[in-house]
């Protein structure tokens, strides 16, 4: 089964950038959507960006425009560069599958930080 090793998270400005990478254990290439989730202190988990094996991609309202999810099938890895983050983008962050009931185990997420 696939298993998913989140980084690249940490502490930055208002303002600020991010690149997180998500890198499977196995080929993500049988999977025809990943996705990007976040969840935030009390918060349910959300998903935020979505990619197609193909490379279609959806977001959620609350970081279209400034997010830009991406997807490596050769490397087994997904990206997600956030740009002009926001104290609201405080969460951890999680990728899985993005197809419906079709979830694989959660990895540690890694945590993203947005204060100044």
């Known amino acids: 089964q696939v298993r998913f090793v989140e980084s690249g998270g940490g502490l930055v400005q208002p303002g600020g950038s991010l690149r997180l990478s998500c890198g499977a254990s196995s080929s993500i290439t049988g999977i025809y959507a990943m996705g990007w989730y976040r969840q935030a202190p009390g918060k349910q988990r959300e998903r935020v960006a979505s990619v197609t094996f193909g490379g279609a991609t959806t977001y959620a309202d609350s970081v279209s425009g400034r997010f830009t999810i991406s997807r490596d099938n050769a490397k087994n890895t997904v990206d997600l560069q956030m740009n002009s983050l926001k104290p609201e983008d405080t969460a951890v962050y999680f990728c899985?599958?993005?197809?419906?009931?079709?979830?694989?185990?959660w990895g540690q997420g890694t945590q993203v930080i947005v204060s100044s």
């Open positions: 899985n599958t993005a197809i419906t009931g079709v979830l694989l185990p």
